[in-house]
T-cell receptor
Framework: DGGITQSPKYLFRKEGQNVTLSCEQNLNHDAMYWYRQDPGQGLRLIYYSQIVNDFQKGDIAEGYSVSREKKESFPLTVTSAQKNPTAFYLCASSIQGLAGGRLYFGPGTRLTVT | GQQLNQSPQSMFIQEGEDVSMNCTSS?????WLWYKQDPGEGPVLLIALYKAGELTSNGRLTAQFGITRKDSFLNISASIPSDVGIYFC???????????FGTGTRLTIIP
């Protein structure tokens, strides 16, 4: 079955540690995205990538970094510079970058930093 | 930047009731999308709208792209327990820029 995989489902880290969230897709989609979700708020875009080896900052990129070395993979690193990293992180992909708006989401990773 | 106001924030209804929710934007959108998110999962696309005035159905769900292009509506008829979740609207403006998401409507069905 085609889809988006995010692992792990739950992640716990100590403050000051960097942590990398995995996102893999086998939909052959060109574009991939990372969103952050906090209670009572809409989804906020962290980073997006329309093609391999290229990515752009979203609305809340500070304290995060990404790479896009392969079409099917778009890992997100939450660095110690992120002031409030505890959140639900969603990875998504689309056939074309931004056009048409049809995003397919993964199941999410809930990150808790203490 | 663009802002989306989604209302109501939450709804408590009985099984079998119809549901209505809406989104309004401060600017014109070319595309409106409605997503549903089950607890602890990623959102799933329900309906996509691409033309002002368009009315599209997906089973018991019906969504409309407002004539002004600044709003959209989602209706659910004869609600059932599996309709529980958070419904998000999302809009994409002119020039195919990134999606803007609403803050969500949390639907709860009272037994």
């Amino acid at each position: 079955d085609g889809g988006i995989t995010q692992s792990p489902k739950y992640l716990f880290r100590k403050e000051g540690q960097n942590v990398t969230l995995s996102c893999e897709q086998n939909l052959n989609h060109d574009a991939m995205y990372w969103y952050r979700q906090d209670p009572g708020q809409g989804l906020r875009l962290i980073y997006y990538s329309q093609i391999v080896n290229d990515f752009q900052k979203g609305d809340i990129a500070e304290g995060y970094s990404v790479s896009r070395e392969k079409k099917e993979s778009f890992p997100l690193t939450v660095t110690s510079a992120q002031k409030n990293p505890t959140a639900f992180y969603l990875c998504a992909s689309s056939i074309q970058g931004l056009a048409g708006g049809r995003l397919y989401f993964g199941p999410g990773t809930r990150l808790t930093v203490t | 930047g663009q802002q989306l106001n989604q209302s109501p924030q939450s709804m408590f209804i009985q099984e079998g009731e119809d549901v209505s929710m809406n989104c309004t934007s401060s600017s014109i959108f070319n595309t409106w999308l409605w997503y549903k998110q089950d607890p602890g999962e990623g959102p799933v696309l329900l309906i996509a709208l691409y033309k002002a005035g368009e009315l599209t159905s997906n089973g018991r769900l019906t969504a409309q792209f407002g004539i002004t292009r600044k709003d959209s509506f989602l209706n659910i008829s004869a609600s059932i327990p599996s309709d529980v979740g958070i419904y998000f609207c999302a809009g994409q403006g002119l020039g195919n820029e990134k999606l803007t998401f609403g803050t969500g409507t949390r639907l709860t069905i009272i037994p």
